[in-house]
């Protein structure tokens, strides 16, 4: 398992920094491809409870969210959200079976607004000045938690953080990534002269890890809700595409936001 994940980082993660470094169309495109497949592994899930989400609006509606930021000064993203929900309402009512409808509903807007809407606020971060060096930033710094967490957790390991969602997930480890995120975002912040102090540095470094960490249990938490090991089996060693995005959900957001008042 652990050789299947090293090999996948290797593959991806080159990938990964080329679409950053060289930017649009090609980071929308690795940001859209992953959101897409993520989205059909998320609506994929509610099979367990033998509910059908409306798949294709969903799977639309992700793709217009991420691609969203390339529209500028027009009010796009409420559109696309108010239009999403009008749609998917009226859809529900001429749709069978009459008992699941809310719930598939409710699960077509949350697969929407769980990875549409908030992946797109890393369109957002690529598009700011500097974004180049923000998104490169974040990225590393979020997957430095994850490894951190992962290695901390695996040698360290003893005291159980959450056991009723992620059995595995310990204190140890939850410092290890808070620890390496930090240390990786000091590193990394220097190199790439971010405009920030050393301590705001390992401040948003902490804040990534701890955010990508909550990101991890709220999907662990979906999974062990539906019955689920993994949300796919795509990735080798770590599972679907759901199961990477989980930890940058939140952290594009964080960083975004942070960056745009940093900035103003």
């Not at 190199?191 to 709220?218: E, N, R």
């Not at 595409?241 to 940058?248: A, E, G, K, T």
């Amino acid at each position: 398992m652990l050789r299947q994940r090293i090999l996948t980082a290797v593959i991806s993660l080159p990938i990964l920094i080329a679409a950053i470094w060289f930017g649009e169309p090609w980071f929308t495109i690795f940001i859209t491809t992953a959101a897409i497949l993520g989205s059909l592994e998320f609506f994929s899930l509610a099979s367990h409870f033998k509910i059908q989400p409306l798949t294709y609006l969903g799977l639309i509606s992700v793709l217009l969210l991420i691609i969203s930021p390339h529209c500028p000064g027009i009010m796009v993203t409420p559109f696309i959200i108010t239009l999403s929900i009008t749609i998917s309402l009226v859809w529900i009512l001429f749709r069978s079976p009459k008992e699941q409808a809310f719930s598939s509903w409710a699960w077509t807007m949350a697969g929407i607004l769980y990875i549409g809407w908030m992946l797109s606020h890393w369109i957002d971060l690529r598009n700011l000045n500097g974004g180049r060096d923000w998104v490169l930033w974040a990225m590393l710094a979020t997957f430095a938690s994850d490894t951190g967490a992962f290695f901390a957790g695996s040698i360290l390991g003893k005291h159980s953080m959450v056991s009723a969602i992620s059995p595995n997930k310990t204190w140890e480890g939850a410092l290890g990534g808070v620890v390496f995120a930090a240390a990786i975002s000091l590193i990394l912040g220097i190199s790439l002269s971010l405009p920030m102090t050393y301590w705001q540095m390992i401040f948003l470094g902490c804040l990534i890890s701890i955010f990508a960490q909550l990101g991890d249990l709220v999907e662990s938490l979906l999974k062990r809700n539906t019955g689920s090991k993994d949300a796919g089996k795509l990735l080798p060693g770590h599972g679907g595409f759901l199961d990477r995005l989980d930890s940058i959900i939140f952290t594009g957001v964080i960083v975004y936001y942070y960056a745009v008042f940093t900035m103003s």
